[in-house]
């Protein structure tokens, strides 16, 4: 049965040839991150704790030193204009791939037996990111190694931040492994008067957004702000429904995530790619649609989480 090992399998050898690209240009420190990323995706669940700690300092101490990756070779614009020129249309065929392929296998993988159902869309995802690479390539005549430059050329736009996401993301695990949900819950509860459920709620959602900005990803804040203020006051205290709780909390956060330069590979990395003058120019844009979302998930949770 195919599970999220497969797709760290996947997205590990991917890395690994990002860095295998980087090691014949001789960037060295570039080939030398992405190699460790590529081994923790590849062996993280069976290398020994401190194998996998050592790697992520060493991730860090290369990202703080910079990369400094050599360009990756690519086509002229003239190639690439004429190309999209002839193709048309039809271009965008491996992109519209991705969504309608990944919406079917959400639906249809769980009841095939073929894989884990919890990892559905995910599974999904990957398959239709390999459909479209194989679409891609004959459509404008390239071979795998193309492809990887590519991959490689805009993963070094990225630079460091690609793996941010993952980095919060886990960092959100350790802080509710050790306690920081409770720690949350007594500070809010010490200066809030939770003795309404409508206070609960915009305590969640507006702590949410505010520690999200902070940390610079949503999923790093759920855990925190689930287990110190969600679970024990909305859902436990005052009898809110858990599901609707979860969902519009993940929206409220992400409400954070479009205010804060620590979200760099949503905000500050756009404005390095579009070359913008203004390195925060993403973040000013949206903010009032921050502010005006925000509002609209505390009133829709204030409204249906308490109504089973």
């Not at 049965?1 to 760290?8: F, R």
């Not at 040839?17 to 980087?22: E, L, R, S, T, V």
């Not at 050329?153 to 350790?174: I, K, M, N, T």
């Not at 610079?216 to 609707?244: H, R």
Request: with cysteine; hydrophobic share 60%.
């Amino acid at each position: 049965m195919i599970g999220l090992d497969a797709l760290y399998w996947l997205m590990g050898a991917m890395f690994a040839a990002f860095a295998i690209g980087h090691a014949f240009a001789q960037s060295w420190r570039s080939a030398a991150f992405w190699g460790c990323f590529a081994v923790t995706m590849l062996g993280g669940s069976y290398l020994p704790d401190i194998v996998d700690g050592t790697l992520v300092i060493v991730l860090a101490l290369l990202a703080a030193a910079g990369l400094k990756p050599k360009p990756a070779p690519t086509s002229d614009a003239k190639t690439r204009e004429a190309s999209a020129a002839k193709l048309g249309n039809a271009l965008f065929l491996p992109a519209l791939a991705i969504p309608a392929i990944t919406l079917a296998g959400t639906f249809l993988l769980p009841h095939s037996g073929w894989v884990d159902p919890k990892q559905a869309t995910l599974v999904s995802l990957a398959t239709a990111s390999l459909v479209a690479l194989g679409l891609a390539m004959p459509m404008v005549g390239a071979g795998p190694v193309v492809a990887g430059n590519e991959g490689r050329r805009l993963v070094d736009s990225l630079g460091w931040a690609a793996v941010l996401p993952q980095a919060l993301a886990a960092l959100g695990g350790v802080f509710a492994a050790a306690g920081m949900g409770k720690v949350v819950s007594e500070i809010a509860t010490a200066y809030i008067p939770m003795t309404l459920p409508v206070v609960a709620v915009v305590t969640y959602t507006v702590g949410m957004a505010v520690f999200t900005a902070i940390m610079g990803n949503a999923f790093a804040a759920f855990p925190v702000m689930t287990a110190g203020i969600g679970l024990p006051l909305i859902v436990g205290k005052f009898g809110g429904d858990p599901v609707i709780m979860s969902a519009v909390g993940m929206l409220s956060g992400f409400c954070g995530t479009l205010t804060t330069p620590m979200a760099a590979n949503f905000n500050i990395v756009p404005a390095a790619i579009l070359d913008l003058k203004d390195t925060h120019a993403v973040i000013k844009v949206q903010i009032p649609t921050a502010i005006l979302l925000l509002i609209a998930n505390t009133v829709l949770m204030a409204l249906f989480v308490y109504h089973r």
